[in-house]
């Protein structure tokens, strides 16, 4: 695999080692799975200015930023350690045979706690060249899970992608990990290719709403489904009440403004909508701010699928551009704000509330409150809502909608900057994912690549260590029915 | 809805009301919905004597099992009201904010717990009328949740659909629940149609492959496709060392034999594949065993279907008839043994492994255990694997292969008889299901129509009660990583 492109036999081999690998790591220890994550973190650390130069090469993406998600990249590897560590995420739950149970029908001993899936393939995304990338998440996550890894790397960085690959196996090579547990694959056909070999178990991707669904159909379409995991579009919208407009518009646009141009905008839960009360003291302030400079999209194809986007939205009717327009299609392209009211959004939701990935936003305004909720029942699945309101204001009811409608919502604060914690959701119901139930930051993340495996009558020392009487692992586990720490 | 049918216009009325239930229900308090629970596990327990004569004139099913069966469905329910009581189902997470966080990055103040899904659409079961049908497992966990229903009615059991559905309504108006929470349809095309509705946002099933796979592609078919966890076919495989065959041969032969015709062998846990040692003690004793009587079929369409694959599978030179073939082909079919060789099964699994719903099984014959690794890795997605061995036996490898395989693992006992208990697992990989990280039995079912929310920067009075500072439903949480009961 020394070009940037995987020849069929190559693949056959990668999937191959895969399985094996899959195979021995699935039965390791998690003091072993804890030890390759945190070598992988050690390496990547270590390996950092290394890696950032290439990163500034290919994505455009500045210094400080790419800085800042290697730390965040390692600060995840280590964090999912802890997990595999504790391992109160394999839910482990003991029934000890009771005669007397469902009315003396009776139950045997049942023990029952999650297993890896098997061979993992991750798309990357174009966007976190580190955190969404070939030692980001899913990566991690599947790792700690116990299976085995295929990446995809993202076209938009390729010699990143190599190298930061070289620093992961260089790691798993150290701690002795067997070979073949994480490989690094080229190329949208060998994407495709492996997605629908039967050796993989589960797939993952962050990126737009057609390349996801695209996969999804794909890995559906098997005769043997699995599941698939694609992030995808959101527009993530934020609705301002009058007092919180009145009270604080000046900091609201300026807080709105910060977030919706960090990283040129090229963030998944960039706030693309904003409501605000006609006469908004909010929108006087962003008009009179100045934009701040953002730097180049990450790369051409992105770069022309957002002017294209752009394009279609500038031209309609019932959109008005604040300020200057011209600026919005240079490069680098300039901020650029949209403005339009709810009910032209409400009224054609598919042509105005769509993601546009780059710095642009859409403010639409609203002459009642009560547009707010007819507005949020117009919007399909987003990763998050946000709702800036003081604490007279009477949303109930609005938060009862965007808690329907998106994974997490966010009260007087922005979307943007999703921390890595115990916490923490990022998903949400069709098209800001494809499965509602599952998260891909956070440790939560480490459930998508596991499934649940009962051991029926079963001797004690033919038990998995996390469902022995003894309990020699030390875990959290469901007793009889109670939870036990 | 007096016909066994649902027009096109009663339909939406069913969706329309499902929906504004949804909305109430999803925000009633887990006191509410335990209550529901149990009013409707003591109406069905008082109509036993009026719902069991429709189901015996509707099921060929005998009055013993029958009975059991609400019995088991009753439980079911008031299992879950425990389980809602309780709450840690939710899985609630709060990090407090942390300037500290992920060296130095911080972090907000973000608290997550699950939220029901929206209306689910149940398609029932034919053999299991009461346990897997109208009040049956995903209603229970669909209402614990804080969904609404609609229920898809068997055509196998038309009467005692709506007779069962009258039921529950009676119960659920007593405790006042929103009109509309549980709803009965009837019609294929109906259930299709009901499938495809943006209000429905989650389905379940329980049958044949070929059913559920029609259905599952067309959830995923949706422009914004819905979780479908369809329940569908397993052979069960039971692997039976020299050991254990020479020292409880006898012992086996009985309990496969009592395993594989209960319920007329229309188990979707029946044992349908044994593998027994060549020279067997347990074959030489099955040859010996009187079989027992079975009953009819569930119905004519179920008979079609199984003499058919019968048929097929008899007609076959590799395979051998233990007995008498002629009566397995009466009305009521007497069970039947078939007989052939682990290498043919291994050569054609897709010929010899498949699941022949009704009183028959197939035994293949070994003659190095060597070879039940090359069948174990042979078989494709299992709801269960049963192995039969002695202290002395290495079977290690063949434990680990089957967890890879399939749901839940039993040793030395028999795969039908599925308790409802907390560490129960009725599922595993496709085609055994298509969510492999389910279960529709047992109390970890109420986590299919669930999914995760969270609450970022929110004052504690706008916070769901699961997540409030000062634990008002007191919760066992996960509070800055660690949990707390």
Known sequence: ?????????????????????????????????????????????????????????????????????????????????????????????????????????????????????????????????????????????????????????????????????????????????????????????????????????????????????????????????????????SINPTFVTRAADRRRGEQIAEGFLASMTLGSGQFCTKPGLLALPRGSQTLARLRSLTRPATGRLLNERLREGYLRTLGDLVARPEIEVIGERARAFSDPPEPIILMSDVAHAIRDPESLLIECFGPASLVVLYDHEDELLALARTLDGQLTATIHAESEDDVTELIRLLARRSGRLLWNQWPTGVAVTYAQQHGGPYPATTVAGSTSVGTAAIGRFLRPVAYQGFPDERLPPALKEGNPLRLSRRVDGALQI
Chains 1, 2 share one sequence.
């Open 1 to 233: 695999m020394t070009a940037m492109h995987t020849s069929e036999d190559e693949l056959e081999a990668v999937l191959a080692a895969s399985w094996e690998a899959f195979e021995v790591w699935s039965a390791s220890t998690a003091q072993r799975r804890a030890a390759a994550l945190t070598e992988i973190a050690a390496r990547l650390d270590a390996a950092a200015d290394d890696l950032v130069p290439i990163a500034l090469r290919e994505t455009n993406l500045d210094e400080a930023r790419l800085r800042s998600e290697v730390s965040r990249t390692t600060f995840q590897l280590r964090l999912f350690a802890e997990v595999v560590r504790e391992g109160a995420y394999l839910d482990p739950r003991i029934d000890h045979a009771d005669a007397t149970w469902q009315a003396g029908a009776g139950r045997p001993d049942i023990r029952r706690a999650l297993e890896p899936l098997g061979p993992v393939l991750v798309f990357t995304a174009s966007n976190f060249p580190f955190a969404f990338s070939v030692a980001g998440g899913d990566t991690a996550s599947a790792l700690a899970s116990g299976c085995s890894v295929v990446v995809k790397a993202h076209s938009g960085h390729p010699e990143l992608s190599r190298a930061t690959a070289e620093v992961v196996s260089a790691a798993l090579d150290l701690v002795q990990a067997p070979a073949g547990l994480f490989s690094l694959v080229f190329g949208t056909e060998t994407g495709r290719t492996a997605l629908t070999d039967p050796r993989v178990r589960a797939g993952s991707f962050t990126g737009s709403i057609q390349g996801g669904r695209a996969l999804f159909d794909l890995a559906n379409s098997r005769p043997d489904p699995i599941p698939f995991f694609a992030e995808m579009g």
